[in-house]
């Protein structure tokens, strides 16, 4: 069974779900860089899941809490980055990881010898 994760969308599909028009979202992937559907060999735009969470949360921000498209882009990306990790951060779990597996690494040789 694919994955919903995995599944893409028509923007004829994506419309009806976020019952926006087509021209909206066409705009909205021009102001927004977060928004970039991947296009088909045809060139028929295909959303992803998380195309189709950013544009109801776009159109949330837009139209139930008034934002203005600037308004809307700051605080769209402040969301985003808020879920990705800080790249420092990042690297001091990678750099605890190597130094526990290192310690493991010993380990098993120490216990083979």
Known sequence: MPDPQSRL??????????DVQPYVL????TEFPPLAPNKSG???RL??????????RIKQLLYSEGFTIAGAKKKLEG??????????D???ALLN????LTAILHMLEDSSS
Do not use: F, H, N
Not at 9 to 18: F, M
Not at 26 to 29: G, I, V
Not at 97 to 100: A, T
């Open 9 to 18: 969308y028509k923007i004829g599909e994506v419309c009806k779900l976020a």
């Open 26 to 29: 066409r705009y909205w992937e």
């Open 42 to 44: 045809g060139g028929q």
């Open 47 to 56: 959303y992803t899941q998380r195309d189709l969470d950013v544009i109801l």
């Open 79 to 88: 969301e985003l980055d808020s879920r990705t990790p800080p790249a420092k």
């Open 90 to 92: 990042l690297t001091r």
């Open 97 to 100: 990881v190597k130094k526990e």
